[in-house]
T-cell receptor, first 111, second 115 residues
Framework: SQQGEEDPQALSIQEGENATMNCSYK?????LQWYRQNSGRGLVHLIL?????REKHSGRLRVTLDTSKKSSSLLITASRAADTASYFC???????????FGTGTRLTIIP | KAGVTQTPRYLIKTRGQQVTLSCSPI?????VSWYQQTPGQGLQFLFE???????NKGNFPGRFSGRQFSNSRSEMNVSTLELGDSALYLC??????????????FGPGTRLTVL
C-alpha cells in the first residue's frame, strides 16, 4: 500500500532554478523521509524530519512538514543537472511497515 | 565503509521457478529491509530482519520469504514465480536502533524478470 502521493508527478526546470515537490500522506506518522533515485537504481537518503519538527535544512535542501495538513514539501535550491532523478517521500508510521513510500516525482534539470 | 551490496544484479527466470536474492549490509548494521519496486505499485515493503529475526512484514503472499544470518547478511526467496513478480528488489540496511527513524542505506537492487 502507498501512503504518500507526490505532486507533481513530473517536473522540468532550468538549471539554477529552484525545484519544489510536495508529498501528502494519509495516516499519522512519526517521521517523514525524502529519498532520491537515479534511473531505476538504489535509493539515496536525503533528509529525515520527525513529526515534532516543522522545518529542516541540509545543504541545498529544505524540507517542511505540516502534520495538520498531512503534507510535506522538499525544496531544492539552485538546481544542478546532477539533481535529475526521481524523488520519493517515505513515512514511518505506527503500523507494521518499515517505511511507506509515495509515488515519486520525476525531476528533470535542463542544462 | 563499503555500501550495501546485492547479488545478482540481474536475473531472468521463468514462471513457476524459484529465486534467491542476496543482500550484504553495511558493516555494523543489524537491520535489513527488503522492498519491491514496480512501475504499477511503486515501492512496497516486503519484510525487515533484525538480529536474525523477522521484525516486520508487509502485505505479500507467503511465496515471499527471507532470512538473516548471524553476520547480518540477508536472503530473500520467491517461490513459484509469477509474471507479476518482475520487479526491482531493493535491500536496505540500517543500524536498527530506532524501528522506523533509522536512516536506511539502499543497495543498487536486483532486477528480476519473469518470463
Amino acid at each position: 500500500s502507498q501512503q504518500g502521493e507526490e505532486d507533481p508527478q513530473a517536473l522540468s526546470i532550468q538549471e539554477g532554478e529552484n525545484a519544489t515537490m510536495n508529498c501528502s500522506y494519509k495516516t499519522s506518522i512519526n517521521n517523514l523521509q525524502w529519498y532520491r533515485q537515479n534511473s531505476g537504481r538504489g535509493l539515496v537518503h536525503l533528509i529525515l524530519i520527525r513529526s515534532n519538527e516543522r522545518e529542516k535544512h541540509s545543504g541545498r535542501l529544505r524540507v517542511t512538514l505540516d502534520t495538520s495538513k498531512k503534507s510535506s514539501s522538499l525544496l531544492i535550491t539552485a538546481s544542478r543537472a546532477a539533481d535529475t532523478a526521481s524523488y520519493f517521500c517515505a513515512t514511518g508510521n505506527f503500523g507494521n511497515e518499515k517505511l511507506t513510500f509515495g509515488t515519486g516525482t520525476r525531476l528533470t534539470i535542463i542544462p | 565503509k563499503a555500501g550495501v551490496t546485492q547479488t545478482p544484479r540481474y536475473l531472468i527466470k521463468t514462471r513457476g521457478q524459484q529465486v534467491t536474492l542476496s543482500c550484504s549490509p553495511i558493516s555494523g548494521h543489524r537491520s535489513v529491509s527488503w522492498y519491491q519496486q514496480t512501475p504499477g505499485q511503486g515501492l512496497q515493503f516486503l519484510f525487515e530482519y533484525f538480529s536474525e529475526t523477522q521484525r516486520n512484514k508487509g502485505n505479500f503472499p507467503g511465496r515471499f520469504s527471507g532470512r538473516q544470518f548471524s553476520n547480518s547478511r540477508s536472503e530473500m526467496n520467491v517461490s513459484t514465480l509469477e509474471l507479476g513478480d518482475s520487479a526491482l528488489y531493493l535491500c536496505a540496511s540500517s543500524l536498527g536502533r530506532d524501528f522506523q527513524a533509522d536512516t536506511q542505506y539502499f543497495g543498487p537492487g536486483t532486477r528480476l524478470t519473469v518470463l
